[in-house]
């Protein structure tokens, strides 16, 4: 069973931020400023054992991934921020590649959106739009693969997983499966194992009729999370109104246990799908209007889940085995394993809970050799 997180490698500044946000802009801006918008509400989500990090320091990324793997992680998806041959926040994975360091798996998932300034409530401001060509797709794999080529990637059946976040976005995403795997072919490597990934609804479709071979579930899955709470989210001013910020009626508010009970429901797919599970999701600290936020999370619940992913993958017939998790470190979408000032390595000590509690009963189950 290999356990994979999504990495965002957002925690440096880039000149383009520095331009559309403010110098010195990385993600802890964000996340520093948040505040609670109703009683019980956490926020800001602080980081604890590795702080504040930047991620152009060899050593951070060195503690990460010494921390996931102490935990049960078996490697990071990095976020992939290709714009038509412009790469941006690419510094931490360009190092990680170039060094050899961290020695740790990892694989790529093309995050094919445009960038807009939907973070402060104007998402119709386009800052870098994606484009695509057929020529583009050439120029992507040819860079893409001398990622596969390093020993640390992840492969699935032998064949590096590679993943586009936003299928429904790429023009003929047969015609782009086809040429990245005749560029592979090419080049004498192995097949590439293409992956959707189901995030919004027009990524539901079976991966077959892309060129695709698998999907990987994304979660919180925006189409099952239920009913939103009702909760008096404009009475603030009784609560510490020192530390809050006015809350807006857009904000939706969902039981993270309830959520957690309707993605278990979900009917399996006629197709090869993974399982991703996420610890938590809170993104008010990037929205200043019609945040989402999964209330109440708790690592006991983080650890049902994910025990219930990884013993329905292992219940699979072939031989890959792996569960998502959403995410390593995206702190200002309240989603990450590592430590924060609240929880400590609460949820990174549920992720390995999870996996001795599957472990153990699997061995308990199985069949007794002669005495």
């Known amino acids: ?38 009683r019980g509400h956490y926020q800001p989500h602080l980081p604890a054992d590795l702080g504040f990090y930047d991620l152009r320091l060899p050593e951070a990324r060195a503690a990460q991934a010494e921390l996931a793997r102490q935990y049960g992680i078996h490697g990071f998806c990095y976020y992939h921020y290709w714009f038509h041959g412009r790469r941006l926040l690419e510094r931490p994975f360009r ?54 080529a390093d020993p640390r990637y992840i492969r699935i059946g032998g064949r590096p997983l590679m993943m586009v976040y936003r299928t429904g976005r790429l023009p003929e995403p047969r015609r782009t499966a086809d040429a990245w795997r005749e560029a592979a072919r090419r080049r004498g490597m192995a097949d590439i194992c293409l992956c959707t990934v189901e995030s919004f609804s ?23 999370l239920g009913r939103p709470l009702r909760r008096p989210l404009a009475s603030l001013s009784r609560f510490q109104p020192s530390r809050l910020r006015r809350a807006d009626p857009r904000d939706r508010v969902y039981h993270y246990a309830t959520v957690m009970e309707n993605m278990l429901r979900k009917p399996p797919p006629s197709y090869r799908r993974y399982p991703c599970v996420t610890p938590s999701w809170d993104n008010s600290a ?86």
């Open 1 to 38: 069973m290999r356990l994979i997180a999504f990495y965002l490698p957002q925690y440096h500044p880039i000149p383009e931020n520095d331009a559309w946000w403010g110098r010195g802009f990385t993600e802890w801006t964000s996340v520093a400023k948040a505040r609670p918008r109703f």
């Open 95 to 148: 190092e990680v590649l170039a060094s050899g360091q961290p020695d740790f798996p990892f694989c790529l998932c093309w995050a094919n959106e445009s960038w807009t300034r939907a973070w402060d409530g104007r998402s119709g401001t386009v800052l870098m739009e994606q484009t695509y060509s057929p020529e583009d797709d050439l120029r992507h794999i040819e860079w893409l693969l001398e990622a596969f």
């Open 202 to 224: 027009d990524e539901r479709v079976d991966p077959h009729q892309l060129g695709f071979d698998a999907a990987v579930e994304f979660q919180p899955d925006w189409l099952r």
């Open 286 to 371: 990037r929205r200043e209007a019609g945040a989402l936020i999964l209330d109440q999370s708790t690592p006991e619940l983080f650890q049902s889940w994910l025990t219930a992913a990884v013993r329905g993958e292992l219940a699979q017939a072939d031989g890959d085995r792996v569960v998502f998790i959403n995410a390593w470190n995206e702190w200002a979408e309240g989603n990450h394993l590592e430590p924060d000032q609240r929880h400590g390595r609460a949820y990174l000590e549920a992720t390995a809970r999870a996996l001795r509690t599957v472990a153990s009963r699997s061995v308990r189950g199985a069949p007794q050799g002669p005495a």
